[in-house]
């Protein structure tokens, strides 16, 4: 079964079984951003930091190609159990039971292979067609980020539905004697474009990792083994059989005045760049700024998957709404979702801002372009016990 016809049957199988498909929702008129110059913004991109160093980890583990991680995938994906109440919706899945209910694990950021090359070949990359979404783990319930993954997810009813988790690490040590460690960011946002991974990192830009380097580790050590053991030879990664080693660095700079805090990211294959915003309140709170936020949009070097050695911003707004975990661009058009209001906003420089009701503890955004079916707009929840991945007609919000 094609999985064009496979995402309209399950989906609206789902829907009739959960009563989760409502009717066209009303917009409502919304104040709108305002321009920012974007020539304040900036990134320096470097995707050669770490080349000795992964080098030298390919030669002593090897790597794993996709289609090899999601031939081993171990884990269940489950179709949906809540009635998400969300206008639009198409289909869904939600993570296996260890996974759901979690409280030192959160999913955050989402991207699909329809991000990473289009519509070609159905999406299919390496041979799968996959929803990625990362992760941040606390140490403890309570405790603070200690490191962070990323899953993916087959999309695809040729194929199991499997996942399989994939630990990010960064390359340390020296080339005669490689290790790595956790990357211990909160990955916010994450974009797929070619063969490379773009991952938010808040208070700097992002991180880059490349699909086509995933490496095999050693498993059976603890969950707290990190890195090169005593005997030189064994690597663990918290169990982890896989771990995918970040290659570079994408840092941001600005003349505002004001920091970007990159809280979320999304990947606009129309204009070939990266839009970003910001988590901030209006007031009272002590972890996040409390100022408007602002979304900005970095374009990639022409005709490449890669930003340049340096890139200026070819869009900057100012933003009238707080609290905001999600963002997606396509062809002019914006969305944006707070999760403090439970709203999905949607704006455009020609229409002007409306607001849709949306889900609670929603995340990141990833646009689906479709050949033959409506575009989607592909988001999550990451509230224990209600981790919904799911997708929603785009037409729905907005045009």
Known sequence: MKLRRYLLLVGAGLAVALGSVVGIPAASAAAGPTTLPASQYTLAADYHRYDALNSALVAKLGTAAVHTVMDNANHDRTGITDSLGVAGYQTGFRFDDGDNGDCANYPQGITTSRDAIGTANSGNYDGHQLVLVSWYTKDGCDGASARSRITLVDWDATYPNKYRKILLVEATGTAAAPNFQDVK??????????????????????????????????????????????????????????????????????????????????????????????????????????????????????????????????????????????????????????????QLY???????????????????????????????????????GHRNVFAVTQATYGA
């Open 185 to 342: 960011i909160h990955a916010g946002g994450v974009s797929w474009y070619g063969d490379y991974l773009y991952v938010a990192d808040t208070g700097h830009g992002m991180r880059v990792f490349d699909m086509r380097k995933i490496l095999k580790t050693d498993t059976g050590g603890t969950a707290g083994q990190i890195g090169r053991q005593s005997d030189g030879t064994t690597y663990y990664a918290h169990n982890y059989a896989y771990v995918l080693p970040q290659v570079g660095t994408i840092t941001a700079a600005t003349t505002s005045g004001t920091p970007l805090a990159w809280s979320t990211i999304s990947l606009d294959r129309v204009s070939k760049s990266i839009v970003m915003t910001e988590y901030t309140c209006s007031s009272g709170c002590t972890d996040y700024p409390n100022r408007a936020p602002r979304a900005v949009r970095f374009p990639f070097a022409s005709g490449a998957t890669t930003f340049a050695a340096s890139t200026t911003a070819s869009q900057a707004l100012q933003l009238p709404w707080y609290k905001l975990n999600g963002v997606a661009s396509h062809n002019g058009r914006w969305w944006f979702n707070s999760s403090g209001s439970k």
């Open 346 to 384: 949607y704006w455009t420089p020609a229409d002007g801002a409306h607001t849709y009701a949306w889900v609670g503890g929603g995340e990141s955004i990833s646009y689906w372009e479709d050949d033959a079916n409506p575009d989607l707009l592909w988001s999550l929840q990451e509230t224990v």
